[in-house]
């Protein structure tokens, strides 16, 4: 079942600035972590020691800014990318509440990231960092709809073949002939929230699914 959804009901449902739970899902793994750090040390020790070089010169105030930016950038870098995943998911031109069923449910094992590692013998070695991920494939009464995936944790053990699932559903056609993308999906049976990014505001989305789907 899919129940059309007016543009500014989307936009309570996804903000256009992250929420705390986007910034987190955003901020990344520790490797990630640590990327945006020695981005930030790196470039704001640069820009400021370039700027006390610079305190006759005009341009002193725009390297004193710039070097104040690359030291926020493990805050403002995953509110950046966070505010453009959001943005990307408002760009099509319809989007509904799906209700549907899980029609089938498998998992597989991902590399997440590798890094090359000497190991005993000096000889460097391909180390992989793999996590099994959880793939739902969703229907309803007309058929196969879309699939979500999200790495696999305890919780998600009781997910099961016929549980319930409600999320958004976008699509550039009225009929939504073509589904382009999917939200994150609410499990209410289950009380479980599932996917690898949070796009929704989830007391709205479970507001607005008790006045448009139960009433």
Same mark, same amino acid.
């Given at each position: 079942?899919? $129940? #059309?959804?007016?543009? +500014?009901?989307?936009? *309570?449902?996804?903000?256009?600035?992250?929420?705390?739970?986007?910034?987190? /899902? @955003?901020?990344? +793994? #520790?490797?990630?972590?640590?990327? &945006?750090?020695?981005?930030?040390?790196?470039?704001?020790?640069?820009?400021?020691?370039?700027?006390?070089?610079?305190? %006759?010169?005009?341009? =002193?105030?725009?390297?004193?800014? !710039?070097?104040?930016?690359?030291? !926020?950038?493990?805050?403002?870098?995953?509110?950046?990318?966070?505010?453009?995943?959001? @943005?990307?998911? *408002? *760009?099509? /031109?319809?989007?509904?509440?799906?209700?549907?069923?899980?029609?089938?449910?498998?998992?597989?094992? &991902?590399?997440?990231?590798?890094?090359?590692?000497?190991?005993?013998?000096?000889? !460097?070695?391909?180390?992989?960092? &793999? &996590?099994?991920?959880?793939?739902?494939? $969703?229907?309803?009464?007309?058929?196969?709809?879309?699939? $979500?995936?999200? #790495?696999?944790?305890?919780?998600?053990?009781?997910?099961? *073949?016929? %549980?319930?699932?409600?999320?958004?559903?976008?699509?550039?056609?009225?009929?939504?002939?073509? $589904?382009? +993308?999917?939200?994150?999906?609410?499990?209410?049976?289950?009380?479980?929230?599932?996917?690898? =990014? #949070?796009? !929704?505001?989830?007391?709205?989305?479970?507001?607005?699914?008790?006045?448009?789907? +139960?009433?």
């Amino acid at each position: 079942m899919l $129940i #059309p959804i007016r543009q +500014n009901e989307l936009n *309570k449902l996804i903000p256009s600035v992250a929420t705390s739970n986007q910034f987190a /899902a @955003a901020l990344g +793994n #520790p490797r990630k972590i640590l990327q &945006r750090i020695i981005i930030s040390s790196i470039g704001g020790v640069v820009t400021l020691l370039i700027s006390q070089s610079q305190v %006759t010169s005009q341009f =002193y105030s725009m390297w004193l800014i !710039l070097g104040v930016v690359f030291l !926020l950038y493990l805050l403002w870098g995953p509110i950046l990318e966070a505010s453009r995943s959001n @943005a990307k998911m *408002k *760009k099509y /031109a319809f989007s509904a509440i799906f209700e549907g069923s899980i029609i089938e449910i498998y998992s597989q094992e &991902r590399v997440e990231d590798s890094q090359e590692q000497a190991n005993k013998m000096g000889q !460097l070695e391909l180390i992989e960092n &793999r &996590r099994r991920w959880l793939i739902i494939e $969703i229907g309803d009464e007309d058929g196969y709809l879309s699939k $979500i995936e999200f #790495p696999l944790e305890s919780k998600h053990q009781s997910i099961s *073949k016929g %549980t319930l699932v409600r999320g958004l559903v976008f699509s550039n056609n009225r009929d939504f002939s073509k $589904i382009l +993308n999917i939200s994150d999906a609410w499990l209410p049976g289950k009380r479980l929230w599932v996917g690898q =990014y #949070p796009f !929704l505001l989830r007391p709205a989305f479970e507001e607005l699914c008790y006045l448009r789907i +139960n009433n």
